[in-house]
């Protein structure tokens, strides 16, 4: 990965949270607040990160209410656990994570038969790098059967220098991994076939795929 280009990626998620907490009896009248007690990013495979949090809701019994005096000291509040997975791009290296942000929201509140409910958001934002990569697959016409050790070769848009070269597996696919964001000429080269070009455009990821026929 040192050698790979990498550019800066944002990822956002919503993630819904529900709560619930039993009130003394004659509470008419709460706050509900909502603070994150803790984040903790997992990355898994393809580039999925789950997303584990603790969320803390408190009731605070407002003035005026029949039941105040007697509450005033009394501690309303619960642990909400919540997990979300958000989708990454081409990321299977934990430190390309930059920065997570996170901000929580209390949307709707009902009380209702000495309880109130609360739900409301977590709105997650990632920073992360993600490297610039071309791939694709060269098959054989007409029924895209691989093709192996074809030859591709990454071109200057402009004056046609070769910039990258790879071969394609046993499976037909070929990977490069060490661009810049850019447009390319992707050319196909194979032994007893003939050969063919197309453009790439690499923002982070594209897919070139060529169907190759004999000579």
Known sequence: MDNESVVRQVASKEINWY???????LTERVNVLARVEKVVPILLDNSVLRIDALVKMFAVI??????????ANKKLDKD?????????RNVNDFNKIV????????????VRMERVSAVGTLSIRVTYLGYVMLEGMVGEFPKNEPVRDA????????????????TTGSDGKYYVKDLKPGTYRVAVE????????????????DQVNFVLYRL
Not at 62 to 71: K, V
């Open 19 to 25: 709560g619930s907490i039993g009130l003394p009896p």
């Open 62 to 71: 407002l003035e005026n209410s029949a039941f105040e005096a007697a509450s």
């Open 80 to 88: 909400i656990e919540t997990s979300s997975f958000i989708q990454l």
């Open 99 to 110: 920065s997570l942000h996170h901000e929580i929201t209390v949307d709707k509140v009902s």
């Open 151 to 166: 030859l591709i070769n990454v071109k200057d848009i402009n004056d046609g220098r070769i910039l990258q070269t790879a």
């Open 190 to 205: 194979a032994e007893g076939f003939e050969g063919d070009e197309k453009v790439a455009l690499v923002m982070l990821r």
